[in-house]
């Protein structure tokens, strides 16, 4: 912990209630904190004393963070909230650089944004303290034809602003994506099962002289499919993938959904499996390795030769017993379409069901012209839109339909 001046103490310090606020804020950035835990802290706090920073911090530190996920959270939250005397413009600094189009200076550390949307939950800073270089003076109308969650639920990744972004987030961590099971051919012993076994009947009136006492039932065995998602994270795709990923992070985290074991990759100009990083249970360290992993960020695209490198290398590891193929991206590749093709073609073969999830269909006007469309449309078994809630929640809905085709047949006859 780094070493900084104290803090300069009001003349009536209300220690107990800023407790309070710090754990609440601790809450949201996702730590689970009760009242008892705060009755905890204080006491601790009177115990060990207010003379030493370091004591204080390990004393809420043994209070409040109960698994290795949350020390980091804890630590940025303490820093902002107990430490820097300009906390509000160090946070908002934080929060505003992940408005599209703005560059920050510094990237922030991992966990810092998390701990900023805690501690700034419902803050809007001052307008008779912002400087306005040009003195213009913009109004927005309030007034919602809408609630606010259906607006979010239909709204545009890509037109989020960042709290909208927050907000999202948010609710597709909530949401699950469940999935039907698969009837195996292979039987399993069952009391009240639909089918005689035979074996296991002449097996035990092998034991009792030949002569049969009952019939044994049994049951088809049920299993379970592999997730597959290729993620496309190239500079058209960024703000989609980001978001999308954050929603894989739950799916693959969550107890009882259904499936096996859910793959992730992610292409750019090249193939990466991040689906190690998908398993830590913090979405921002997992995101953050992720993209560590991915070198190829908001780059160019390549989708016919990274889909030949899964076909190639991971396809007969990963594909195994039904799996189903999630296809996230907008099918804009300039490369050749009949190779594009055909290892479209070879993905589909390999998956039981191969979805396309293009962000461009959210245009009404939404036509397969470019040649990496065209090429790959055939190909696949559901083709539906990514791009706001809404899909999202259709997508799981229809995920286990195998009659579920989206807008494919409608743009094929365009073709």
């Not at 795709?237 to 954050?246: D, W």
Request: a neutral charge.
């Amino acid at each position: 912990m780094p070493e900084l001046p104290p803090l300069s103490l009001p003349e009536t310090p209300k220690l107990a209630q800023n407790i309070t606020h710090f754990a609440r804020a601790l809450r949201k950035a996702g730590l689970p904190i009760g009242p008892g835990r705060i009755v905890d802290a204080v006491q601790a706090v009177a115990a060990a004393g207010f003379t030493s920073r370091r004591d204080f911090y390990w004393a809420l530190h043994a209070c409040f963070v109960s698994k290795p996920e949350h020390r980091l959270i804890f630590s940025q939250v303490f820093r902002l909230y107990w430490r820097d005397p300009r906390f509000l413009e160090h946070m908002m600094a934080m929060l505003l650089p992940a408005v599209r189009g703005v560059q920050e200076d510094k990237p922030a550390d991992l966990g810092e944004k998390r701990a900023a949307e805690a501690l700034l939950d419902g803050t809007q800073p001052d307008p008779e303290h912002i400087d306005d270089e040009q003195g213009t003076e913009i109004e927005f109308d309030a007034s919602l034809t809408m609630s606010a969650a259906e607006k979010l639920r239909s709204l545009d990744f890509e037109q989020m602003s960042t709290d909208e972004v927050a907000r999202a987030k948010r609710v597709l961590s909530q949401m699950t994506l469940p999935v039907q099971p698969l009837h195996s051919r292979r039987l399993i012993a069952a009391p009240g099962g639909p089918r005689p076994d035979w074996r296991r009947t002449l097996r035990a009136a092998s034991r009792q002289g030949g002569e049969i006492q009952d019939i044994a039932r049994a049951k088809r065995r049920i299993r379970w499919p592999n997730l597959v998602v290729i993620c496309d994270i190239s500079g058209s795709m960024s703000q989609y993938s980001r978001i999308i990923l954050h929603f894989l992070h739950a799916v693959s985290n969550a107890q009882g959904a259904g499936w096996a074991k859910v793959h992730a990759f992610t292409f750019g100009t090249r193939l990466t499996n991040i689906t190690r990083h998908l398993a830590q249970r913090d979405v921002d360290a997992a995101l953050a390795a992720a993209g560590t992993e991915a070198q190829d960020w908001e780059g160019g695209t390549r989708i016919g030769e990274c889909l030949h490198e899964f076909n190639r290398d991971w396809s007969r590891r990963v594909m195994g017993q039904g799996a189903v193929v999630l296809l996230i991206t907008d099918g804009l590749d300039r490369d050749d379409p009949e190779a594009l093709a055909r290892e479209m073609h070879r993905l589909q073969l390999s998956s039981r069901r191969l979805i396309w999830l293009n962000p461009l269909l959210r245009w009404e006007g939404f036509a397969p012209k470019a040649q990496g469309i065209r090429a790959m449309l055939p190909h696949v078994d559901s083709f539906r839109a990514g791009h706001s809630i809404a899909s999202i929640e259709d997508l799981a809905r229809v995920i286990s339909n195998p009659e579920d085709h989206g807008e494919k047949q409608r743009l094929m006859a365009l073709l």
